[in-house]
């Protein structure tokens, strides 16, 4: 955790929560546990936030994972 808020600067923390410095990162780590998931899991999420695939990159980017 220390090298992911001070040594590489991925993430801020704030008070009791922790962003990502760039959204950049989040879609990427989204898309990657999309990809990894189990079939079932990875349907339920597409079709969850299916609503959200133009306003992001994590679906694009879990197309080109994959």
Excluded: C, P, W
């Amino acid at each position: 955790m220390t090298d992911l808020l001070q040594a590489v600067s991925l993430l801020i923390e704030d008070g009791m929560f922790l962003y990502f410095t760039h959204r950049s990162f989040q879609e990427y780590f989204a898309a990657k546990f999309i990809v990894e998931s189990e079939k079932e899991l990875k349907l339920k999420l597409f079709e969850k936030y299916q609503k959200y695939a133009n306003s992001d990159k994590v679906f694009q980017l879990a197309r080109e994972m994959d």
